[in-house]
């Protein structure tokens, strides 16, 4: 099969006529989304489909109405996000390095000395410890009431 006879979908919102694997049929659009879509578009009904670049701006339409409505105005970190998603960008990176990177060595050996804390290598070192701990109180407790025995 060539590229010529790969199967294509026309888009109800754009009419323009794209690859199957880039098209979501529309009945599977969610009802938060559809509705923003009959917004611009009150005739749009969920048969046929709906292409990846039309569903995704009425995604972030609605994403904006919803920061817009929540708070009254978009903030600069708002708007940062949704333009991250119009560009497909990620949108955090991994922010334990960043963290880490400002820590004192006192928080750092605080940190370490936690993550050993809960773990199940210190409960078992501990309950072994308080084991021996009991047998040797009570091993002296034994030799002191035989020693006022005798």
């Known amino acids: 099969m060539n ?7 026309i888009c109800k919102i754009c009419g323009k006529s794209k690859g199957a694997g880039t098209m979501t049929p529309a009945i599977l659009v969610r009802h938060i989304i ?7 578009l009150p005739d749009w009904s969920p048969d ?5 670049d039309d569903l995704n701006r009425f995604r972030i339409q609605y994403i ?24 497909h960008e990620t949108l955090t990176s991994n922010v334990d ?3 880490e990177k400002d820590l004192t060595v006192g928080e750092k050996l605080s940190d370490k000395l936690a993550t050993f804390g809960g773990s199940w290598r210190f409960l078992i070192i501990f309950g ?8 040797l109180m009570a091993e002296i407790s034994q030799i002191r009431g035989r020693d006022k025995e005798g």
């Not at 590229?3 to 979908?9: D, G, I, L, N």
């Not at 072994?128 to 047998?135: A, S, T």
């Open 48 to 52: 046929g489909y709906i292409c990846a």
């Open 64 to 87: 904006e109405g919803l920061l817009a409505s929540e708070k009254g105005e978009l903030s600069s970190l708002d708007r940062e996000v949704i333009e991250s998603l119009k560009q």
């Open 97 to 99: 390095t960043e963290f």
């Open 128 to 135: 072994c410890i308080l084991l021996v701990w009991i047998d």
């Open 3 to 9: 590229a010529s006879q790969h199967p294509t979908q």
């Open 34 to 40: 559809a509705e923003q879509i009959r917004k611009e």
